[in-house]
């Protein structure tokens, strides 16, 4: 993978033979510390955060599995026998629990056998910019809580909208997809509300929004948070594949439309969880614009795109959107959370605001000296610095390689869908845009009804071993497992080796099925 070949390498844990720790921590002078970061004990904090970080650094050398196994029992006795109400044991034995806990028992999305969900492996920068960010513990509600941290959070929005294609967009951090989502629904509504001038008792129950049933649970779930009827979600038909059909789209808005019906939004995917499928965006744009409808595009999966050297033709029309929805925890590569909100028109996100008068006044936010306060922006209050994540990526990698990276998984789902093509038990299902790969085990001669009771046992029983880790799902009524691919250093010959132990569970599985028949 040429691409990887001229990335920084991964930085080797410093093996910094450290002062011991001091624990519990103690002082020369005054009174003890209290445990807490403060000037007397930052040697201590990086005494344990070095010893923390070598542990770790052997464990990704070192982890063989994705996981040591799920042994739920084994699990919850070690997790119950841990004394919460005991006196502390100190942070260099507390530490060292968490990593025999913790570290040991944890699943491993960097390792080649984990192709389950949509979980990345991390960049580097960002992991240490998380320790940075937890240990200033900056909150981004504010400006006077954040200074810096703010105007950072605002440029890289500010970059991801200019990526979208947005002229002066704006939008915020966000915790995942699924707060992103609600936002920009909430957002629709209160649009809908303004245009149409009526009392929302009697608004509510005539919305709707429009999406096809591989939209993410997050946008009707939302929809019922919001208020809406529900049955305010309405199905949107989808071509052969899978994707959104704008025809459908047009025809089902005129419908509605004439049924005193309001549509408040209708939802675009890009990426579909499970398919990992663009919906057209570029003539659903069209016929959104043309009614004068609130487009929102759920970039969760497909948001990486944005800066795919390859690919970024599939986000075409993204430019006419109302909101976006990007997962920087997904196809960036960043550790959870990481998620932004972008909107076109500020005035839509500025029209949901709140002011708080210990907060930002209403008052002072009109003013000319305004602060820039991110609250104003969030659903949240309290909130995480997630921007430094991204921003210490992007400076140290450059988008360009982000981009290949996302390319890099796109094309190891196409080379998986190739090696498969001959196999005469493994069948693809279906096709993708992006990164996951469906498949059912089912060996020539094997019933429907039994292969279809077949692929959640094969999925549980891998899961069981801890050696491979793979997702199922159903498609069109059919079971299947399911391959996420989101580690652009995997290769097809890891992905192949996962695939035997699914061929060889199958099998197990259905010899015992035989047997007991
Ligand atoms: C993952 C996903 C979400 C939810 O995002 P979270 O970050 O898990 O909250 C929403 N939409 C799509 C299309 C997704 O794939």
């Not at 919850?76 to 006196?87: Q, S, T």
């Not at 993204?318 to 028109?345: C, G, N």
């Not at 038990?425 to 094997?446: A, M, N, Y």
């Not at 080796?497 to 699914?502: G, I, K, N, S, T």
């Amino acid at each position: 993978m040429a691409v990887l070949a001229t990335a920084p390498a991964p930085s080797t844990a410093a093996r910094r033979q450290t002062a011991t720790v001091v624990d519990p921590p103690q002082s020369p002078t005054g009174p003890a510390p209290s445990g807490l970061l403060t000037a007397r004990t930052s040697e201590d904090y990086a005494a344990l955060l070095h010893r923390t970080v070598d542990r770790l650094a052997d464990r990704f050398a070192s982890v063989d599995a994705p996981s040591a196994g799920p042994d739920l029992e084994r699990l919850r006795h070690l997790v119950g026998a841990a004394d919460l109400d005991g006196p502390g044991v100190g942070s260099g034995a507390a530490l060292a629990e968490a990593d025999s806990l913790y570290a040991r028992n944890a699943v491993w999305f960097h390792h080649p056998a984990y192709l389950a969900h949509l979980n990345c492996p991390v960049a580097v920068p960002a992991v240490a910019a998380e320790a940075m960010l937890g240990a200033i513990n900056t909150s981004v509600d504010t400006y006077d809580q954040s200074l810096v941290g703010t105007l950072m959070e605002q440029r890289l929005v500010a970059w991801t909208a200019e990526r979208i294609g947005f002229t002066g967009g704006d939008g915020v951090f966000t915790s995942g997809g699924t707060q992103s989502n609600l936002q920009a629904l909430f957002l629709a509504r209160t649009r809908a509300e303004r245009t149409s001038g009526e009392p929302r008792s009697s608004l509510l129950p005539r919305l709707r929004v429009l999406s096809t049933d591989a939209a993410h649970f997050s946008v009707s779930r939302s929809a019922a948070l919001l208020g809406l009827d529900e049955d305010a979600v309405r199905t949107v038909a989808t071509d052969a594949d899978g994707r959104m059909d704008p025809r459908a789209l047009r025809t089902l808005l005129a419908h509605l439309h004439a049924a005193g019906d309001t549509v408040m939004a209708v939802v675009a995917t890009a990426g579909t969880t499970d398919r990992g499928l663009v919906d057209p965006i570029a003539p659903i744009a069209e016929v959104t614009s043309a009614a004068g409808v609130w487009l929102h595009v759920d970039a969760a999966y497909g948001g990486g795109l944005l800066v795919s050297p390859r690919r970024r033709h599939l986000l075409d029309g993204i430019e006419h959107a109302d909101s976006v929805t990007v997962d920087y925890h997904k196809t960036w590569f960043q550790p959870v959370s990481s998620s932004a909100l972008v909107v076109r028109d500020p005035a839509d996100l500025a029209a949901a605001a709140h002011h708080a008068d210990y907060l930002n006044p209403a008052a002072e936010a009109a003013s000319e000296d305004a602060e820039p306060n991110q609250v104003d922006r969030s659903l949240q209050t309290t909130r995480r610095f997630d921007a430094l994540k991204l921003w210490t990526t992007l400076r140290a990698l450059g988008p360009e390689h982000i981009g290949s990276m996302v390319d890099a998984i796109c094309d190891l789902a196409i080379a998986v869908r190739a090696h498969l093509e001959e196999d005469p038990d493994l069948h693809v299902q279906g096709t993708t845009d992006l990164s996951t790969v469906i498949l059912r085990f089912q060996p020539p001669g094997v019933p429907d009804a039994v292969a279809d009771d077949l692929q959640a046992r094969i999925r549980r029983d891998l899961f069981r071993s801890g050696r491979a880790m793979v997702a199922r799902t159903t498609i069109d009524g059919v079971p299947c497992l399911k391959l996420t691919l989101l580690n652009p250093e995997t290769t097809v010959a890891d992905v192949a080796a996962v695939l035997e132990h699914v061929r060889a569970t199958g099998e197990q599985l259905l010899a015992g099925t035989e047997a007991t028949r």
